[in-house]
Every structure is written in C-alpha cells, then in structure tokens.
C-alpha cells in the first residue's frame, strides 16, 4: 500500500489506475483505557494527538469524535490566517501558529495549501489611521511583520475594493501582513490525523462523551456511546460545548456560545489577490483557489447552539460586502453556514487545567482558532504531557479571569478571524 | 426573520430585539467584601445552557426589559414575561 505522498509515487499511482492508495487513517475500535484521551476531533483535538506523540513520544493516546472529523467549527471556517493581534501574548501565540503552519505541509506529508498571499485590514478615517499605525508599531514591537499603507497603496493592491468619494466610510489606508493567508480547512484537520495515526494515535469517530467519570475528585476517564474509556489524564478541546462538557463535572466557565456564519459565492475570475477586512461594515472576503468568494462577518449577538445561518446577520454581512466592492452586487452564494464558537470576555483562549485534577482545557478561541491549530495543539500536548504550562501558554490560563490579568484582544484587536 | 414576543408590544420582528444577559444573576453583596474568585465568577461565568434558557432581553422600541424563555439549540419561543416579578 502507498502511504507516502511524494511526486515518484503519485507518478507511480498515476500509472496503476491509483488502486495502491491505502486508506488516510485507521477506524480502531475503542480500547479500555489510554494515557491520554482527547474529546473533540477538530483542528486543536487533532494536532494535539500529533504533537503528544511527535513532541513527547506519547503514543497510547485517543481522539473521540462525536461526529466526523473536523465537522465541527475547523470544518466550517473561513480559514484566514495570520498574527495581527496587539499584546505580546497573544502575539507570541499566534506567530508560534504561523510558524507551524508555514512549515506544516512538509511536517505532516499533507498539503495544507497554506497561501500567504497577505491580508489587509482597511482604515477609514484619520483617527483609524492613527490606530493602524499603533497597530503596526505594536505588532513590529513584538516580532510580527506589518505595514502601513495609505489609501493608494490599497488601491494598487486591490482595485477591486470601492474608493468612490461617496461612500459611507472612503478608504484612508490600511494594515498589511504580508505573511497572513488562508488554508486549506479540511487538509489541516485531515492531515493531522493521519499523521497522528501513523504515530499509532487511535482516532475514534462517532464517539460521543457523555459523561466524564470522577474518583476521588479526579478525572479518571470518559463514559461515551461506545462504553467506558479510562484515561491517565483528560483534555477536551470542543470548542462551542465547552460549558457543556465542563458541566458535567460542575466547572463553570466564562464562556458563551454563539452561532459565527460565513457565506461562499459562486465561482469567480480572480478579483481579489489577499484577504481584505472592512472594519466598519464588519465584513471580510478572500476569493477561494476554485474562484469563490469566501466572506465572513461578525457574530450573531444572541447565544446560540443551533448550528445555521439565519437572516438578520445575512443581511448585514452581506450589505457591508456590497458596499465594499458594489462590483459584486450581483453576485450568487452558493452556500451559507454557521458554527458555533466558544467567545470568553477577553476574545483570548483558555489553555490549563480546569480546576479538576486530571482534566485540561483547550477552548475558547471563538471566532479565530483556526490559525491557532499548530499553536493550540503543540502547547495543549505540553500540558497534557508536562502537566504544566509552556510558557507560551501560561498567559491564557483559567486564572486570569480570577487576577483581572485578562488578554483583552476583542478591544485591543477588533473582530477578524 | 424570526417573531419574537414582547411582553408589552406583541409579535414583532427579531431585529427589534437585543440580548441582555442570563436570568438571575445576582451582585454578590460587597459589604463584607467579597473573594476574587467570586467576583470573577459574578463577572464572567455564564450557565451558557444547551437547550432550554431564561434570559433578560430588550425590546428596543418600547425599551422596556423583560424575560425571555427560548431552546438555545432550535430558537423556538417558549415564552416571554415582563421582569417585575420574574426575580422573586
Ligand atoms: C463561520 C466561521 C468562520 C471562522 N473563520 C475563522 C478564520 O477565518 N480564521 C480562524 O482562525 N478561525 C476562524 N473561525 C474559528 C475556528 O473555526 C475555530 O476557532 C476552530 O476551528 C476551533 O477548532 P477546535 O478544534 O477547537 O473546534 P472544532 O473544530 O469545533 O472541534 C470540536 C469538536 O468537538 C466535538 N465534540 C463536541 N462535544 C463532544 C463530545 N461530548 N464528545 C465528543 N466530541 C465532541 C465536535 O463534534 C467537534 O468536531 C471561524 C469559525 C466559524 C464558525
Ligand atoms: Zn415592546
């Protein structure tokens, strides 16, 4: 069987009808115990089982999945990624993630068509001017590549935005990180998991954590649809049901659950070379590989488990889209979808224990974790495996809610995923 | 869109409306002082149920605040009811 991905064996394939490929990855049944056992097989659940076996030679380790791998948010994002945020932790953080990525596709054999071909955060007036310039300052501080540009450099680097003189918020300029882009979101959660697997990781799906089981106040195992699993130590990364999986074990946590939506239109011929965000009309597009247009927005500000779109934000997302470029006005979508996403009070993580001996939490990275899957699995396998925090990760501990040290990205950095 | 209820004005659509909190939170009582942990606990910790919830919604045209019971996971309306009374 074929396993390698490289240009001899697909020429090899190519010449054999491709009838050599073996399956991505195994479907293991669930053994009685493991030393670690990870709930969620989204992005964070799925580098994390990498990085335990690659970073600290774990290999008795499980993935349960409720459903299909990277069904949930990592499945349904619109995949921009990038480390423009303003704090240092945060940008310590998120450029560790960037890092990872840019090497990603040769670390897992997998082509996670990571394309950096920049982003730009548009200012629209001169106080925001002011704003992106402290941006850029602060993201420079901090080792992370950002320029200024006034409004005729954002002209020449996308025509197609609208710079007529009656518009409702005209175009001063912008932030640009070269080095930020988009991936592909599917390849990420699958190539991890079959790197993961090779390892000897076992990755089970449809199988859903009912419960999770206590002795002596600690956390000991998982009881799931397909029977009781024990495990040395627990982490849950499951995004949007984080309150619900820490509930089971009466932790509470700053967290809420909001539906985030995204749209893709129909194919089109290129019109738009980076990922380009709107601040004032809380819209974002990128044109996909296949030619759609990939456009996000802001949250739905109702808490919300429902995983689909609906119409009030629609609505908005979409108008805001009009006026940036009214070139698309007659545009189709083809799709529109939600996910929903685990927002905390400072738009930063949760990384550490959870105040429950022997389970760890890795969520509330909200409408912006898919850039951090490198990040978020190398640092939460350290934890699991260390029981400690990296120092990287220290900062976006469960405490901070308790010391007021908080991370406050959602008023230093804004929306953008 | 959606229909919400408002307790005074009737039926009417969901963009009137905004979300203002979980029902019954209540300020612990600083008199005595109250511990870090509680504080944080009152600031940030949130029930964030799946499934049925009590909430504190606005109308906004009437400006008037009231409780809505709603299924977080299917957004139907279980039912709504002015907030005077609805603490005790
Ligand atoms: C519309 C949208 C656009 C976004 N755009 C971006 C973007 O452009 N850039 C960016 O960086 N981020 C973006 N995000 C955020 C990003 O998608 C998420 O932060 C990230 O994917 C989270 O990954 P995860 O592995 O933690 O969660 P998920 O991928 O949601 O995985 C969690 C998994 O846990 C499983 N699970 C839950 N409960 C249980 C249980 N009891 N037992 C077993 N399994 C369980 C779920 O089925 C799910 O598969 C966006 C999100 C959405 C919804
Ligand atoms: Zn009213």
Known sequence: ?417 | MQIFPCPFCGPRDEREFHFAGELGKTRPDTRDGVSDADWARYLHEQRNEKGHVREVWMHMPCSELFVLERDSVSMAVIGSSPLRGAAE
């Not at chain 1, 090899?12 to 991505?24: C, P, Q, S, T, Y």
């Not at chain 1, 992005?43 to 008795?60: C, E, I, P, Q, V």
């Not at chain 1, 998120?94 to 054999?109: Q, R």
């Not at chain 1, 195992?221 to 130590?233: D, P, Q, S, Y």
């Open chain 1, 1 to 417: 069987m074929t396993k390698t991905y490289s240009a001899f064996n697909l020429l090899r394939e190519g010449l054999r009808a491709n009838k050599g490929w073996g399956r991505a990855w195994r479907t293991p049944e669930p053994k009685p115990s493991y030393d670690v056992v990870i709930i969620g097989g989204g992005g964070h659940g799925l580098a994390t089982a990498y990085y335990l076996a690659k970073n600290h030679g774990l290999r008795n380790v499980a993935v349960l999945e409720k459903g299909w791998l990277g069904g949930g948010n990592t499945g349904r994002n619109t995949t921009v990624i990038r480390s423009n945020y303003f704090y240092p932790e945060s940008a310590a953080l998120y450029d560790l993630s960037v890092k990872l990525y840019e090497g990603l596709s040769k670390d897992l054999n997998y082509n996670v068509m990571f394309s950096q071909r920049g982003m730009i955060v548009t200012a629209h007036s001169e106080p925001e001017m002011e704003m992106a310039a402290r941006q850029v300052n602060a993201m420079r501080l901090n080792g992370v590549d950002a320029e200024l540009l006034d409004a005729a450099e954002v002209r020449r680097l996308e025509p197609a935005l609208s710079f007529r003189a009656d518009m409702r918020h005209p175009i001063h300029g912008g932030v640009l990180q070269k080095r930020a882009g988009t991936g592909r979101h599917d390849a990420v959660a699958w190539g991890y998991a079959r790197a993961a697997d090779a390892a000897g990781v076992d990755i089970i799906q449809n199988c859903e954590v009912l419960d999770l089981i206590l002795e002596a106040g600690r956390c000991v195992g998982v009881n799931t649809t397909r029977g009781e699993i024990r495990a040395g130590v627990v982490g849950a990364a499951v995004a949007g049901h984080s309150s619900v999986l820490a509930g089971m074990v009466g932790v509470g946590l700053p967290i809420t659950s909001y539906a985030l939506q995204a749209f893709v239109s129909e194919p089109l011929k290129p019109v738009l070379n980076r990922v380009v965000l709107c601040p004032p009309y809380g819209t974002y597009v990128s044109q996909s590989d296949k030619g759609g247009l990939v456009i996000g927005g802001g949250l739905d500000r109702v808490p919300s488990y429902g995983q689909r779109g609906n119409m009030p934000m629609q609505e908005e997302v979409l108008s805001g889209l009009s006026e940036m470029m009214p070139m698309l006005n007659k545009v189709k979508l083809l799709r529109h979808w939600a996910g929903i996403v685990d927002v905390t009070p400072d738009s930063s993580p949760i990384l550490g224990p959870s105040g429950v001996e022997g389970l760890f939490l890795n969520c509330g990275w909200g409408t912006g974790g898919f850039k951090a899957i490198p990040a978020g699995g190398y640092l939460f396998a350290h934890l699991l495996a260390e029981g400690t925090h990296h120092e990287i990760s220290r900062p976006f501990d469960l405490s901070r809610f308790d010391t007021g040290y908080l991370v406050d990205e959602g008023a230093a950095s804004g929306i953008a995923h």
